[in-house]
């Protein structure tokens, strides 16, 4: 059993930026994927990014393209979302999530969710 413990989140003006990280505990030292999603109220959870286990393949929505980072440090396990240019948009509540994974293509799933971490962004 995965647990995913995210942190970051807060209330942030317009054009500024935030860095949510996610920490997972109770795994093994198998290759993974790893993603972030966000859900804001009365909205379906949409993809936000996604990496795959070796970092070098990083996917992104096109509503963050050019303004979210994501990364993974895989010697501490946690994966980060560096996020910049933040819009009111953005407003959501982001999700880490996991797979046992070893493509280099974005899984068709993911496993392990954590509770998610709110992120709020004021004009």
């Known amino acids: 059993q995965v647990q995913l413990m995210e942190s970051g989140g807060n209330l942030v003006q317009a054009g500024g930026s935030l860095r949510l990280t996610c920490a997972p505990s109770?795994?093994?030292?198998?290759?993974?994927?790893m993603a972030w999603f966000r859900q804001a109220p009365g909205k379906e959870r949409e993809f936000v990014a996604g990496?795959?286990?070796?970092?070098?393949?990083?996917y992104y929505a096109d509503s963050v393209k050019g303004r979210f980072t994501i990364s993974r440090d895989n010697a501490k396990g946690t994966v980060a979302l560096h996020m910049t240019s933040l819009k009111p948009d953005d407003t959501a509540v982001y999700y880490c999530?996991?797979?046992?994974?070893?493509?280099?293509?974005?899984?068709?799933?993911?496993?392990?969710w954590g509770q998610g971490t709110q992120v709020t962004v004021s004009s």
């Open positions: 109770g795994h093994t030292a198998s290759r993974s994927s």
């Open positions: 990496i795959n286990w070796s970092g070098d393949s990083p």
């Open positions: 999530a996991f797979i046992y994974w070893s493509g280099n293509y974005l899984p068709p799933r993911y496993d392990y």
